[in-house]
């Protein structure tokens, strides 16, 4: 048996909610829900199928949300979607589902799903999706979004449209048969396909009468929440994108519409068995399971852990039984067939599938009802990869059960540690502690995702990776059976077998083999580091696998140069091990220069840090321009050159990323006027750096600081993206904005999200904001005669060249006709978008506001961005001197 956690707080368990579990026990049904990025799942219909119908429920997400905006913070790309991930993880803790994705990647915002599939991978992202559902078996599938324009946004169609091909294909053997050789699933055929429609989409007073109808909004005595409680507590996690919900109760209808697969008229899951009877001979076990909830007494919940183990021990002989007979490598496919019979083989699979994953949840539940804590953590937060780093690992187990737990021994799985034979029996409330010295045997700890380089519209799956990281004992070995230890052969590790998990599985874990009742039981934990914060108590974190030197420059940072003067460049070192020596040096393009060319480096002490800064600046023979820089140390013939990225808000686990030591490299043509820059920070982005890179003395100010007497110092104020959404205090300073204006001052603000503005009017005179964006990122530009095109720096279309992810969002859809508009693009087949660009004058001042997403291309180092801002910050100045 297996009991394992995540790395995050230890989960304990109220007696309700092991009743709850109890009574899924006897519920063998799937259902799963599909869209395209994170938060756009049903999270009140997930939260009642868990708990109300105790299905298995899931999320199947297209993306991870990369795309998208921050409002908590400035990690965009790939740091947005780690951030949304786990917020994906967190919100299916609330709500009882579980998180699966395809690999596509959310490249930003489509209009259309042709758009989409010219950019993802169409028939990889299908296949992802297929792969899932042969893997869950959902009985039904759900759809957030229809297949057509009603949907919004291009990936939200294209959710749609691979939902039903996969819904299709996941049953025909002949479809993506690569993944039924070796790889543990047949084809799956779900019962039915239904779109979950609602008020985006129906019309008022349209008839529903050929939907189904449901009411997902009861109440749940076991959890003490409704469903509608527990989806805002779910959506709420997904602060990212600032969706905190205000709670709901009472009745809540969804409404579906069949697109595929047998009909229903009343229930979703019409002609499903979701009994023990749909198993063969599954009958006997569902009595066992209905005597344990008979006898389940909340106030002893550990009354109940004889009877589990008698249903353990049943489900774990039944499917050793289908595994002796069918022989070791072909569980899943018997006849060893590269395209078999779903009929041959369905009541062999659907059997092995219902016992293997109710064992699981058996096993879990015994846990639960023994009150069973157990906790390994390191006294580090980092630990040098590879056999370079001893660390110690401290253990604890309890026993909060009236039931004797002896504790055999203690192991260890993807970090190699001595076994220890403990041999210890824990009375009721005894604890047995314990600390074993491990080293690393895997490499760093990066999303697997991240691993490797992928492209525009999909991330790719690495190619391999030691067997250690990918097996876990205790689960189903190679030879098909439930085994009790780590000896086992291990699988070959397959790229496949990562499709479609929300995180990897490979964690440093220590592993307690124990003893209950005669029965033989393993739970495994991750290894986490903790540490007692004097405010918040204590605290968990995953444990972070580094290299041994660590290489960091200044994040989402660009090296702009306008002339021949040279700039600092900071590279900080930090030891991953201790006593770690070797040489660090910049590598440039032709016709740069740097001081001094390198630098040798010794690291005494574990987490010790060196910053040494480079002297870089462009020769006569720099091309002007975008290039890149690379921060290289070398140790003992070995090169490193990756950073580390830490990740920390309070409603997910900390996470860590390792970005390449790279950073733009820009020379251009650029002059500028005014020199003091007050600049309000919004959602968090990145600008204010870029500025001070082309010579800019920025100065944040917080919101009560703007006043028309603080302003008159500045020569102009920029608003950070979203600030008109995310800081309530404007709403009280616009007129002390207005006036600084009126006075003669230059106000730039930057993209404004068109729902939930904290005041009507964001500028001097009306304009109305709207969702319209141009999404291509190199559309072509019409440029209008205007002041701002034409000084200090002259705007051709050639600065509109080279960006990345969207040209522009949010821009207004109607305005005043006090604002000028400067330029004008399309997205293909559609018709010019003038605002991307407002100026007005507003007494001696000027106003202006923009959508162009220049808070994603200062960042990058797109050199035409850099002079669209300071033509914006100019506007109306003298020269500079």
Known sequence: MLIETKAQTPKTYTSSEILLGLKKLNVLGSVMYIAAHPDDENTRLIAYMANERLLETSYLSCTRGDGGQNLIGPELREGLGVIRTQELLAARRTDGGRQFFTRANDFGFSKTPEETFRIWDKEQVLADMVWVIRQRRPDVLITRFPPDARAGHGHHAASAILAAEAFDAAGDPKRFPEQLKDNRVLPWKPKRLLWNTGSFFVKPGENMDGYIKLDAGGYNPLLGQSYGEIAARSRSNHRSQGFGSAAQRGEALEYFQPVKGDKATKDLFEGVDQTWNRVPGGAAVGKLIEEVIRKYDPSNPSASVAGLLVLKDRLTKATNDIHSATGDDSWANPKNELNPSYEDNKELFTKTYWERQKLREVESLIGACLGLYAESTSETAFISERNSDKFKVNWVLSNRSRIPVKLRRIFTTNISGQDSIIDKTLSYDASVT??????????????????????????????????????????????????????????????????????????????????????????????????????????????????????????????????????????????????????????????????????????????????????????????????????????????????????????????????????????????????????????????????????YTVTLLDAKDLTAANLKKFDALVVGVRAYNTVDRLKTQQPEILKYIEQGGNVVVQYVVARGTVMPEIGPYPMKLSNDRVTVEDAPVTLKKHQLLAAPNKITEQDFRGWVQEQGLYYPSSWDPKYQTVISSSDPGELAKESAILVTDYGKGHYIYTGLSLFRELPAGVPGAYRIITNMISYGKEVAQ
């Open 434 to 695: 314990g600390r074993i010295q491990c080293i690393v045997v895997g490499g760093r700890s990066q999303p697997y995702w991240l691993r490797e380089p992928g492209t525009v519209g999909m991330y790719k799956i690495p190619a391999f990776t030691t067997k250690s990281e990918f097996y876990r004992p205790g689960h189903f070995g190679h030879d098909g059976r439930v085994h009790s230890d780590e000896s086992i052969p291990p699988f070959d590790y397959k790229p496949q077998q990562l499709v479609g998990l929300a995180e990897p599985f490979e964690e440093p874990t220590l592993g307690f083999d124990i003893e209950v009742l005669g029965s033989h039981l393993i739970v495994k934990v991750p290894v986490q580091y903790k540490h007692t914060d004097p405010v918040l108590g204590e605290l968990y974190q995953p444990l972070a696998v580094v290299p041994p030197v660590l290489v960091n420059l200044p994040p989402a940072r660009s090296y702009v140069f306008a002339d021949a003067q040279p700039k600092t460049v900071p590279v900080t070192l930090r030891a991953g091990r201790a006593g770690v020596s070797g040489n660090l040096a910049l590598a440039l393009p032709a016709g740069w220069k740097c001081e001094p060319a390198t630098v040798p480096f010794a690291l005494a002490a574990k987490d010790q840090e060196l910053t040494v800064n480079f002297q870089v600046q462009p020769l006569a023979g720099a091309a002007p321009g975008r290039a890149e820089l690379r921060a290289t140390a070398t140790v003992a013939g070995q090169a490193y050159a990756r950073g580390i990225q830490k990740i920390e808000y309070p409603h997910i686990p900390t996470q860590f990323l390792f970005p390449e030591a790279v950073a733009p490299l820009v020379k251009l043509d650029l002059k500028r006027r005014g020199q003091n820059v007050a600049y309000l920070m919004g959602a968090g982005d990145e600008v204010p750096d870029a500025l001070r890179q082309i010579g």
